[in-house]
């Protein structure tokens, strides 16, 4: 399973560092988040639960990155 998430993970970044994701507004949100909603029920999750799950790890980042840059921090 690390290799798959690895993989995931890597493979993602690496895209979007060669501007692969350029069309995409949010690659994260468009492309990212449904890889590993797939990825997730291919290792056995219910699609609904993967996708909750997904959504709620998206909403409590976005909420510690606007803290962040609220108060100033990087």
Same mark, same amino acid.
């Given at each position: &399973?690390? +290799?798959q998430?690895? /993989? @995931?993970?890597?493979g993602? #970044?690496?895209l !979007?560092?060669?501007?692969?994701f +350029?069309?995409?507004?949010?690659p994260?949100? =468009?492309?990212?988040?449904? &890889?590993?909603?797939?990825? +997730?029920?291919?290792?056995?999750? !219910?699609?609904? *639960?993967? =996708?909750? %799950?997904? !959504?709620?790890?998206?909403?409590? @980042?976005d /909420? #510690?990155?606007?803290g962040k *840059? *609220? %108060?100033? !921090?990087?």
């Amino acid at each position: &399973m690390a +290799a798959q998430l690895w /993989s @995931y993970v890597h493979g993602c #970044i690496t895209l !979007e560092l060669a501007d692969h994701f +350029a069309e995409f507004g949010d690659p994260v949100a =468009q492309v990212l988040l449904p &890889m590993g909603v797939n990825l +997730a029920v291919g290792l056995g999750d !219910e699609r609904e *639960r993967a =996708q909750a %799950s997904h !959504e709620a790890g998206a909403r409590l @980042y976005d /909420s #510690i990155t606007r803290g962040k *840059r *609220r %108060s100033g !921090e990087h």
